[in-house]
């Protein structure tokens, strides 16, 4: 057992004292004040600090309306909060006259179930200012956009959020499905140690904590030297409870809070939360060594910032994912289907034996009918297998057995952990004894721990276990052995599809075959409805951003600087490009769940219809010479989507060139068909059994070879967006998905300064 699966355990038995409640602290910290206000805008409760900022004890703002400290026009604003839906967080500037005169605040308020709570931070303006926004947050969101890769982006995420903080150190911080978590970027001063790569047990973050974040996407402790200022009364005098100070921004800390951070020697903490589907996925973490303040408006920044790339990064890892899955997906079909058709069952399953490794990850296998054994790469010697064979059978839960720690449960397995630390062990059929087996090899790990993570766990002389601050946060190593890399469930689902597959197989059921070949189609469908959904999910909170970045101009443009409004318009302006990227995805994910309405369709007028579409679209599109050598044949397509094809490919040979004279050709190879070349105005139709190739030809600025695959890829652009006209990166990723729903293929050849040739097969 792991050090991170040992302190979980321990930790199932914490006492209830490290389980208290965090979100009713009853204080805040003392760089702002707080007012708890019932529905009639009557002051209930106050921190105990209203003299040092109001020049008013709490006894005289008790009980009094809240017209007593703002004026009508501020209190008419405020009332309009108490409709506002419950957790809705609003920010404002309020102007206060004290004995010292008149001071201005930055005031946050929101609803909980019984009060409204009113925090106020001073502040030094009474305009709303958003500082330099471009620089501050534009450049940063354009930067992390520049990379499709996730390692990348996440350091960029670190390097971009401390160049906007000015904190010592920046760290993202990633959770495991146990809640322990490890530092995977980091940006930082160069005199301090690296945290980089370092794990930290779930206990250093408990789950009432993460709970917060997930609720609070944004921490702020400008000193955690800083005593706590009480509440008065410290309980709500309508309910007698504590007040909810969840997403309370001045929300005082725990002592442990305090001890934990001491022992790294932090003094001032910002956290953003990174949140997917609603789960906390991760954070991104700010340390300071002295106390360091920051305005209201930068931490809303922060968090705006955050709330960005949590959306880059639910796309980022969902597209990781989503291309597996479809790989697999794909893998499965591709293997079903030679199985059903092949004499020689044993032959169809392990020929040629890659694809049943790849199938599931696996670095060898083995298939047992009844008494044959066959193995394929990486294994035991026959008899081991035979006898964990036996061993397994009992283990089996549900047809599936799935580990990777087999000598753990296993001793035997030790002596050939070299190939066999992970398995995946399938039973097809109980009856007849047919398994299939996939082995993965040890990969011995060392996980490096932020100082030993036991140190967070005491049990006392009566048994309980307790939580303690880690005094030492120096690289502590733990050496993981007899594991292999995890199984993934997409990869234990793909097992599974294989198994019902070939039930249906074995036992000669045509009708279990067509049922399975149905639920693959199900899950393919499944699979693109998901990207549809996520995308369309992604529209809400973007149009909220744009709406709202729209309304502060509409609205507030006059308390704005010229810097404000610009920052602002640039906010307005990267919303559309992100809904054009989501349109592109959402597209996609459409042609997944298309039905092909297939027709004998004459190319030569859809042709004509796409050119003279292409040049009323485009001013300058007479500039260019469109070639057809040759009339083209009529086949059987789905008119729609071929025209899409060629209205993709012609807009990007026009887009991409830079020639005096330049030129498009349309045409196809071969001298297939039922009738020869034809005559003038006489079209061609191609025998449906025979493929043919058709090619969209230009004199433009060509690709790099190394770039020939990869710009199928979906948002794959090999140009900045303020060249060749921009775009969203997605057209030839649809090219691909139309051409592969007709069974056809697309490739390109090309060559630097002279030009492309895409060439397709539509069957």
């Known amino acids: 057992m792991s050090q991170s699966e040992d302190i979980a355990a321990q930790t199932n038995s914490l006492t209830n004292h490290d389980r208290k409640p965090i979100h009713i602290p009853g204080s805040i910290q003392p760089h702002g004040l707080l007012l708890a206000l019932s529905t009639e805008l009557e002051i209930l409760q106050v921190s105990n600090n209203t003299q040092e900022y109001l020049g008013k004890e709490p006894k005289d703002l008790l009980g009094q309306s809240l017209s007593y400290l703002l004026d009508a026009r501020t209190v008419e604003a405020i009332e309009q909060y108490l409709v506002k839906k419950i957790g809705s967080v609003n920010a404002f500037k309020v102007s206060i006259m004290t004995l010292n005169g008149e001071r201005y605040f930055d005031s946050i308020a929101h609803r909980t179930e019984e009060v409204l709570i009113l925090e106020l931070e001073p502040t030094f303006s009474s305009e709303l ?69 370092l794990h930290y047990p779930a206990t250093d973050i408990p789950q009432q904590a993460r709970e917060l974040y997930t609720r609070c996407l944004l921490r702020f402790i400008p000193d955690l030297n800083a005593q706590p200022v009480k509440l008065v009364p410290i309980e709500n005098p309508t309910t007698q409870q504590p007040l909810d100070l969840s997403l309370s921004v001045l929300r005082s800390f725990d002592s442990c809070c305090v001890e934990y951070h001491q022992n790294m020697g932090v003094t001032a903490l910002l956290v953003i939360s990174l949140v997917q589907e609603q789960q906390l996925w991760g954070l991104i973490a700010c340390h300071h060594k002295t106390p360091k303040h920051i305005p209201y408006e930068m931490r809303k920044i922060c968090e705006f910032l955050g709330r960005i790339v949590s959306l880059e990064l639910a796309h980022k890892v969902s597209q990781s994912e989503l291309d597996y899955k479809v790989k697999l997906k794909s893998l499965q079909s591709e293997f079903i289907e030679s199985i059903s058709q092949a004499d020689n069952f044993i032959d169809a399953l392990i020929k040629p034996e890659i694809r049943l490794l790849d199938l599931v990850g696996a670095s060898g296998a083995a298939v047992c009918l009844n008494d044959e054994i066959t193995l394929v790469g990486g294994t035991p010697d026959i008899n081991r297998v035979q006898a964990l064979i036996e061993w397994a059978d009992t283990q089996v839960n549900d047809n599936l057995f799935v580990t990777d720690s087999l000598p753990k449960l296993y001793p035997e397995a030790v002596t050939f952990k070299d190939t066999t630390s992970g398995l995946l062990l399938l039973r097809i059929s109980q009856v007849l004894r047919y398994y299939i087996l996939w082995f993965r090899p040890e990969v011995i790990q060392t996980v490096h721990w932020a100082g030993n993570p036991n140190e967070s766990i005491q049990v006392e002389a009566d048994g309980n276990v307790t939580l303690c601050p880690r005094k030492s946060f120096e690289n502590w190593q733990e050496t993981v052995q007899l594991t292999s890399l995890p199984w993934k469930q997409c990869e234990i689902d793909s097992a599974l599809a294989l198994k019902n597959a070939i039930v249906g197989i074995v036992l000669s059921k045509a009708d279990e ?14 699979l693109a409805s998901f990207a549809y959904a996520a995308s369309h999910d992604l529209k809400e909170p973007l149009r909220g951003i744009y709406n709202f970045s729209t309304v502060l101009l509409e609205d507030y443009a006059q308390v704005l600087d010229d810097d404000g409004i610009e920052c602002l318009q640039t906010v307005v302006s990267l919303s559309v490009r992100m809904e054009t990227l989501i349109n592109a995805l959402l597209r996609l994910s459409q042609l997944g769940q298309t039905q092909l309405r297939q ?165």
Not at 161 to 177: C, G, K, N, P, W
Not at 513 to 526: C, D, Q, W
Not at 622 to 634: K, Q
Request: net charge negative; charged share 20%; hydrophobic share 40%.
């Open 129 to 197: 200012s958003f500082l330099s926004f471009q620089a501050l947050a534009g450049e940063a969101i354009a930067n992390m956009q520049s990379t499709s890769n996730l390692t990348e982006f996440l350091h960029l995420v670190a390097i971009n959020t401390r160049e906007i903080t000015a904190f010592d150190r920046v760290m993202v911080y990633q959770f495991d499905h146990q809640g322990a978590g490890s530092v995977i970027a980091e940006a930082k001063r160069e005199d301090l140690s690296p945290y980089l790569g």
């Open 513 to 526: 075959l067509a049922k399975i070949n149905l639920e693959l189609e199900r899950s393919n469908r499944e």
């Open 599 to 763: 027709q004998q369709i004459n190319l030569n007028e859809l042709l004509n219809q796409v050119i003279d579409v292409f040049h009323a679209s485009r001013q300058d599109s007479e500039l260019i010479d469109i070639r057809i050598p040759r009339p083209l044949p009529t086949v059987e397509c789905d008119p729609v989507l071929v025209n899409e094809v060629f209205s993709n490919l012609i807009s990007n040979a026009f887009k991409y060139n830079d020639k005096t004279e330049s030129w498009i050709e349309i045409g196809y190879q071969g001298e297939q068909g039922s009738r020869g070349a034809g005559e003038a105005g006489e079209d061609k139709t191609i025998n449906s059994q025979l493929p043919i190739t058709f090619y969209v030809r230009d004199n433009g600025i060509g690709i790099p070879e190394h770039h020939l695959e990869t710009i199928f890829r979906l948002f794959k652009r090999l140009h900045s967006q303020e060249k060749y006209g921009g775009g969203a990166g997605a057209g030839l990723a649809i090219v691909k998905k139309i051409v592969e729903l007709h069974g056809g293929h697309i490739w390109v050849e090309s060559s630097i300064g002279f030009g492309s040739t895409f060439y397709f097969t539509l069957k």
